[in-house]
């Protein structure tokens, strides 16, 4: 099994800047892509970014330009870079580590979840 845990959510200001890192341990080997989804009170789960073993990105329109993914194989550790934060970016944000299946991704484990909030 594979477990994640994210870190590096809190409070900031809107115009803010934040990085979230989901590091993962257990079956690491059996890593493929990995991924942020976001979850805001009475929404949906939603995809934020993917990326592939290789590096290929992946973002939703609503982040496009402001959030980077990225990742080092090496840590087993995936990043989300975000910027020019707004107040419908608060969510709870969620690492998965899964696989892309053509350009769908595929949800496989998930983190705890780390809290977002950008509020002035």
């Known amino acids: 099994q594979v477990q994640l845990v994210e870190s590096g959510g809190g409070l900031v200001q809107p115009g803010g800047s934040l990085r979230l890192s989901c590091v993962a341990s257990?079956?690491?080997?059996?890593?493929?892509?990995m991924a942020w989804f976001r979850q805001a009170p009475g929404k949906e789960r939603e995809l934020v970014a993917g990326i592939t073993r290789g590096g290929t990105t992946n973002y939703a329109d609503s982040v496009k330009g402001r959030f980077t993914i990225s990742r080092d194989n090496a840590k087993n550790t995936v990043y989300l870079q975000m910027n020019s934060l707004k107040p419908e970016d608060t969510a709870v944000y969620y690492c998965n580590a899964g696989h892309y299946y053509w350009s769908d991704y595929v949800r496989g484990s998930w983190g705890q979840g780390t809290q977002v909030t950008v509020s002035s």
């Open positions: 257990g079956s690491i080997f059996s890593i493929d892509a």
